[in-house]
């Protein structure tokens, strides 16, 4: 079986996309059956071998988040994608690289699988909320419309967690499946804690570390984090954030201004260092209500990390209560409360609580064997519509 994978992501900042794709990658490096093929827009052309994956990097063009490009030759996509072609073809972006991939099977009946990342016109939305309840609607439906384009065509739409669902039918799109992303347990676990981690930061023994990894964007809703912080004791309580993306010029300034408490770390490359981070924090906090899953919140997890999130959203598909506590979107205070209630929850009990759950449930090569399964199902029923020849 081949795959191609049509990807939206920087090799050189974090993201969920890409620590799918390189995920990916290391599960078919372990199984001769399966050849995969990744496409990602570049700032310059190349390809390259990763592992037993071939990646095919395109020019694109610069994009509002680090490192991301867009690809606009959506002709040339068409034309690498049948020179390749895959068996299946999965959609990891929700912006251009659909219509290649619907170019290069317009004469095939190669089945194309979109994955539902990003729950993008609830972020344009929010993007928006400035001008205007009206105009932020209209901004929304405009996405809505053009996201159910894209989800129309593709013969199955996978979806994060079930709460979706009603996203995916305002679309319009009514072929889905709800699966899970993963985590690697060897990499993300609690004895990578580090006492010289919290001593480099100025951190005691006897703080709590909030640790907050992702995205530096509107639609994390940083706000709500940073003013939640202020409601808790002083001195008890010190936030480090990783990342990167537009909103990273705030971030240092709220942090130069409140040095005490609050440390910005920048973005961190390497996932040895990145589970290490984890596992030396205390309580993983996610403030945005636009989550579909959450990939860091589920690494922090597999960390021991008990975590702190928004009900109705992807956070809580995976942050049972013996895991973690949830507030109500936007509401500063409740989000405080809840990180003093799971501050004084037993540290080694909860974080070896939490690494169970993450380890038995959602481990890479079980997640990814459920999309082998599905893929070989969309292949078997492609070519049962095959029109039959006549002799």
Known sequence: ????????????????????????????????ALEHVVIVPSAHDSIRTEQRSKVIAVRGIPSLYPGVRIGINVFRIAAILRREAPD??????QYTLPWAAFLATRHSRTPIVGIYHT????????????????????????VEFYEGMIYRHCTQTVILNADMHARLDRLGVHRVRVLPCGVDPSTFRPDRRNAAFRTGFGIRADQTVLFY???????????????ARERLPAGSFVLLVAGDGPDVDAVRRYAA????????????????????????SDIFVMPGRYETF??????????????????????????????????????DEELARAICRVAAWPAEATRAACHVFAAERFSWDVVFDQYVEMYRGLICDAAAREPQVAW
Do not use: Q
């Not at 973005?267 to 030396?280: E, F, G, P, V």
């Not at 919140?297 to 809580?316: K, M, N």
């Open 119 to 142: 729950d993008v016109p609830a972020c344009a939305r929010h993007w928006a909320r400035r001008s205007g309840h009206v105009a932020a609607t209209v901004v929304e439906r405009v």
């Open 294 to 331: 959450g990939m860091a919140t589920l690494e922090a997890i597999c960390s021991g990390l008990p975590v702190v999130g928004i009900r109705g959203s992807g956070t809580a598909a995976i942050v049972p209560p013996h895991i973690g506590a949830l507030a109500h979107a936007g509401d």
């Open 88 to 93: 299946i073809i999965e959609l990891n972006c």
């Open 213 to 227: 990894a992702g995205r530096l964007s509107p639609e994390k809703e940083l706000g709500v984090l940073f003013a």
């Open 1 to 32: 079986m081949k795959i191609c994978d049509l990807a939206l992501y920087s090799p050189s900042t974090s993201s969920g996309v890409r620590t799918y794709i390189e995920s990916k990658i290391a599960y078919v490096d372990s199984r001769s």
């Open 257 to 280: 201004r409140h040095a005490d408490d609050v440390r910005y770390i920048g973005h961190i490359a390497s996932r040895d260092d990145l589970a290490i981070a984890y596992a030396s």
